[in-house]
């Protein structure tokens, strides 16, 4: 069975990490998820509550900043 996207069509992404804020995926990801095994895809999905802590530090660490 075929992996499904994450997209949520929120795409926007993080300066500072690189990741969609809506899907957590990098730009790379988002552009070759339809060519990657579904092994690829589901650990690219398992990384996303590490990714998504990364943007909100990143996020958190901008507002202390200004």
Do not use: N, Y
């Amino acid at each position: 069975m075929t992996v499904k996207s994450p997209c949520i069509d929120v795409c926007a992404f993080d300066g500072k990490t690189g990741h969609c804020i809506g899907c957590f995926r990098t730009r790379d990801e988002i552009r070759g998820w339809k060519q990657m095994t579904d092994h690829r895809r589901h650990q690219i999905l398992s990384e996303k509550s590490r990714r998504q802590a990364k943007v909100a530090r990143a996020a958190q660490m901008a507002k202390v900043a200004s």
